[in-house]
C-alpha cells in the first residue's frame, strides 16, 4: 500500500462496531473536535482559578488560556471558516457542518473570555496587589507617576511609533497577525460640526508591553500596559487635534500554511515565501477594548472585513499572554512552585562513554524528573568519538540554541556522515527550522525534508559505531522533541538502546526516509503512514477477543489527542465486549466515555499541572503478555496517516515494570490535577474515598526523581 494513500473504514475490525453497538452508529456517539479542545483550554483556565497553586504560576495558566486561543484561531477556526462556503465541505465527526461548529465556537468562547477577564480582575489582580504587585489604571497615575510615563514615552516609545491616518489619501493599512494597535479617534476644535478623523498606531513588537515603574518603596511592583501609555500620551503625535477616543486591538489571521509539495521544487523556498505572506493572511478574530463608539466599530470592522459574530469586545487588557512576562521579571520564589532540578541517573556516569552503557543496558529516561541531559550527552559523544561513523537524527522542534544542532555541525565537521531530517513544516516553528536547516548544510550535513505529502513528526536519533566485534548503532527513540528547554517543561519519555531488532528497524526508518521504500517491513516499530493504524487496530480487536473468551483483556493508552474515528469505534467494540479501558487524554478527545451500551468499560481522565503532560504510552493486556509501546503519535488521522510517526516497544523487564508498575499506575491513582471526562463533556474533579489522601502524579515523580538522586549520592558515599 502507498503511505500517502489512506485505507477505507469498511475493514472486518470496524465491522464489528456496528453488531457491537445496538443501536448502530450514532452521530452522538463522538464529542466534536473543536469544543472539545475548548473543554481542554477551559481546564487550563481552572488553573488559574485555583487558589491552592501558586499566584504566580496561576498568572501563567491564564496567559496560556490566551496562547491557546490564539492558535486555535489561527489555525481550527480559519479552517472551518474556508470551508464553510466550499461546495461539498464535509461534517465534522459528531454530524456538524462548518457553519454550526463555528456558531457553537463563538459561543463558547465568549463565555470561556468572559471567564478568564473575571478570574484577572476579581481574583489575580487583587490577589497580585495583595502581594504588593500593582497594575496601574493611567487615571490613578499622581504627578509625579503621571510625570514619569510622560517622560518615558517621549524617550522610549514615541520615536518607534508611525501615526497612520485613514482618509481618502491614506487606505486602511495592512496589519499584521496577533499586533498590538490604537484606533483613535480626532477631533479638529476649528471645526466641531465635522465627523472626526480616525487614525491607526500599529505598536511595534519589540516594546515591552508590560511596563515597570521605577521609584516605588521596597518591595512593590507597579506595572503600567503599554497600551495604556500609548492611549494617554498619543495626542503629542497629532498636534492641533483633540483625541475623542482610544482603544487598543488586534486582529488573529489564517496562519495555517498551504504547500502542495509534489508541485514545488525547492521546498524550502516556498516555505519562506509562505512565511512572508502569513501576516497578511484572512482576518479570523477581531479583538478591541469594549467601550468604543458604535460608528467607529462598524467603520473598523468594515476595513477588516469582520463580521459581528467574529468581534471580541474585551473588558480588560488586551493580549493577556503579555502576563507571561511578569512572572519571568517577578523575583518572588514564594509565589512559584518550588524549584525541581531533573535528576541524571547515576548509573550513566560509571562509564566513561554512554555507549558502554547502553550497550550493557536499556536506558529509560522520563523527563522532565530524569535530565535531557544524557539525550543530548549522546549525540555530542558521537560527535566527538573517534570510533562513531554516521549520526542519523530527526528534528521537528528544537530550541534558537540547539546544543544538538551543534553537535550535529561539530560531527560533520569531524569528518563523520551526518543525515538530518529537519521538518520545515512543523507550525510556527517554520521559520526557526529554516534556519537550522541552512546552518546545517553549511557545515556538510546531509538535509533532507522526509516524504512528500507527509510531516516527519517521530522522534528518533540513529549512532553507527565501529567496535572490535564490528559496526553496531545505538538509537535514541523518544515521545517529545529534541528540545533542552521544553524537555525541563513537557513530560516524555526517552529510550536509549543498543538492541539489534530496534536499531535495524530505525536504521530502515531512516533509510525510507531519505531514499525510497514502498513497504518497508518493520516488525518490532509501529511506523505511520506504513503499519501503525492497522497495528493499534488488530491490537484493540485482539483485546475484544481476548474478554470475549474471558482471558485477561484491558487497555491503557495515554496520549495528547484522541479523534480517529476507526480507533474510537474498535475502543466502543472492545469496551462492548468487556474490555476496560483507562485512557489519559490531555486535550482533545472525541470519543465519548461511560455510556451504557457503547462506552461504559471505557474511564478517559486529563491532567493538567506544573508540566504539560505530552508522553504517548500505549498498553495492551495481550491475554496476560502485556504490550508496550511509546512513541511520537496520537490516535489521530493525521498522526497515522499524514504523518511519519514511530512507536517502540518496551522490552527490558525493569523498564517495562517502571512503566507498567509506576508511571501509569500514578496517573490513574491522581486525584488533584487530573478530571474525569463526562459523557455530557465536562470534567470533573475526581472522587476521593473517604479518608483518602490528596495524590498528584506530577509532584510523586518528583518526589521519586529527589529520593533516586539522595540514594545515588548515599551509595557513593559508602
Not at 504 to 529: I, K, S, Y
Request: charged share 25%; hydrophobic share 40%; proline share 6%.
Amino acid at each position: 500500500m502507498s503511505p500517502t494513500k489512506r485505507p477505507k473504514r469498511s475493514t472486518k475490525i470496524t465491522a464489528k462496531v456496528g453488531q457491537a453497538l445496538a443501536a448502530g452508529p450514532d452521530k452522538r456517539q463522538y464529542f466534536n473536535r473543536e469544543l472539545s479542545w475548548l473543554a481542554f483550554n477551559r481546564r487550563v483556565l481552572e488553573q488559574a482559578q485555583h487558589e491552592g497553586s501558586p499566584l504566580l504560576e496561576r498568572v501563567k495558566f491564564l496567559a496560556i488560556v490566551s496562547s491557546n486561543l490564539d492558535e486555535f484561531f489561527e489555525i481550527r477556526v480559519a479552517g472551518l471558516v474556508q470551508q464553510q462556503d466550499a461546495p461539498g465541505a464535509e461534517p465534522s465527526l459528531d454530524g456538524l457542518t462548518p457553519r454550526e461548529q463555528l456558531k457553537r465556537i463563538r459561543a463558547e468562547v465568549r463565555q470561556l473570555t468572559r471567564d478568564q477577564y473575571r478570574c484577572w480582575h476579581e481574583q489575580l489582580a487583587p490577589a497580585l496587589a495583595r502581594e504588593n504587585i500593582f497594575f496601574t489604571a493611567t487615571a490613578q497615575l499622581d504627578a509625579r507617576q503621571r510625570k514619569w510615563v510622560d517622560d518615558y514615552f517621549v524617550r522610549e516609545v514615541l520615536p518607534v511609533l508611525t501615526p497612520l491616518a485613514i482618509d481618502q489619501a491614506h487606505p486602511f493599512p495592512q496589519l499584521g497577525n496577533k499586533t498590538l494597535n490604537v484606533l483613535l479617534s480626532l477631533a479638529n476644535p476649528d471645526t466641531p460640526d465635522q465627523e472626526p478623523a480616525i487614525a491607526i498606531l500599529p505598536v511595534p513588537r519589540s516594546l515591552p508591553r508590560l511596563v515597570l515603574m521605577p521609584g516605588e518603596a521596597d518591595g512593590v511592583q507597579r506595572f503600567l500596559f503599554l497600551s495604556d501609555i500609548i492611549k494617554l500620551c498619543a495626542g503629542a503625535l497629532f498636534p492641533g487635534y483633540d483625541i475623542r477616543s482610544a482603544h487598543a486591538f488586534r486582529v488573529t489571521r489564517n496562519s495555517d500554511l498551504y504547500i502542495d509539495e509534489e508541485e514545488v521544487e525547492n521546498l524550502l523556498k516556498k516555505i519562506e515565501d509562505e512565511l512572508r505572506n502569513l501576516r497578511r493572511g484572512a482576518a479570523v478574530r477581531l479583538e478591541i477594548e469594549a467601550g468604543i463608539d458604535d460608528a467607529l466599530f462598524q467603520t473598523l470592522c468594515t476595513y477588516l472585513d469582520q463580521a459581528p459574530e467574529d468581534v471580541y469586545r474585551i473588558e480588560g487588557p488586551l493580549n493577556l499572554l503579555r502576563l507571561m512576562s511578569l512572572c519571568e521579571r517577578t523575583e518572588r520564589p514564594d509565589l512559584k512552585y518550588p524549584p525541581f532540578a531533573p535528576v541524571e541517573p547515576p548509573y550513566l556516569a560509571a562509564r566513561p562513554t554512554l555507549f558502554e552503557t547502553i550497550r550493557e543496558r536499556d536506558v529509560l529516561l522520563h523527563h522532565p524528573y530524569d535530565s535531557f541531559a544524557p539525550v543530548v550527552e549522546f549525540i555530542e559523544q558521537a560527535a566527538h568519538d573517534p570510533a562513531v561513523l554516521a549520526i542519523k537524527q530527526t528534528l521537528y522542534r528544537t530550541s534558537g540554541d540547539s546544543p544538538v544542532v551543534r553537535a550535529l555541525i561539530e560531527a560533520s565537521r569531524n569528518g563523520k556522515q551526518v543525515t538530518a531530517l529537519v521538518e520545515l513544516k512543523a507550525r510556527f516553528d517554520e521559520a526557526n527550522n529554516i534556519k537550522w536547516a541552512r546552518e546545517l548544510e553549511e557545515a556538510g550535513v546531509h538535509v533532507v525534508y522526509g516524504l512528500v505529502g507527509h510531516k516527519t513528526h517521530c522522534k528518533c536519533s540513529l549512532v553507527i559505531r565501529h567496535e572490535p566485534d564490528g559496526l553496531r548503532r545505538y538509537a535514541h527513540l523518544g515521545t517529545g522533541n529534541y528540545n533542552p528547554k521544553t524537555a525541563r517543561l513537557y513530560t516524555d519519555l526517552s529510550l536509549l538502546t543498543a538492541r539489534p531488532e530496534l536499531t535495524a528497524e530505525v536504521a530502515q526508518l531512516f533509510n525510507t526516509l531519505t531514499g525510497f521504500g514502498r513497504t518497508p517491513d518493520f516488525r518490532h516499530l509501529l511506523v505511520a503512514p506504513f503499519n501503525l493504524h492497522a497495528r493499534i487496530q488488530e491490537l484493540i480487536a485482539a483485546e475484544a477477543a481476548n474478554a470475549a473468551a474471558g482471558r485477561p483483556a484491558r487497555i491503557i493508552a495515554k496520549m495528547n489527542k484522541l479523534v480517529d474515528q476507526v480507533t474510537i469505534d474498535n475502543l466502543y467494540a472492545a469496551s462492548h465486549a468487556g474490555v476496560q479501558i483507562d485512557l489519559v487524554v490531555r486535550a482533545t478527545c472525541c470519543l465519548v466515555p461511560g455510556v451504557k451500551g457503547l462506552s461504559e468499560n471505557i474511564r478517559i481522565r486529563n491532567i493538567v499541572g506544573r508540566y504539560l503532560e505530552h508522553a504517548r504510552i500505549f498498553y495492551f493486556e495481550n491475554g496476560g503478555s502485556p504490550l508496550l509501546f511509546c512513541g511520537s503519535a496520537d490516535w489521530m488521522t493525521r498522526n497515522f496517516f499524514r504523518r511519519v510517526e514511530a512507536l517502540f516497544p518496551v522490552y527490558d523487564h525493569e523498564l517495562r515494570q517502571r512503566i507498567i508498575g509506576d508511571v501509569l499506575p500514578a496517573e490513574l491513582r491522581d486525584n488533584e490535577d487530573a478530571r474525569l471526562l463526562q459523557p455530557g463533556g465536562a470534567y470533573r474533579p475526581v472522587t476521593r474515598a473517604e479518608g483518602e489522601a490528596p495524590f498528584s502524579a506530577q509532584r510523586y515523580f518528583m518526589e521519586s526523581a529527589r529520593q533516586r538522586a539522595e540514594l545515588a549520592l548515599q551509595v557513593a558515599a559508602d
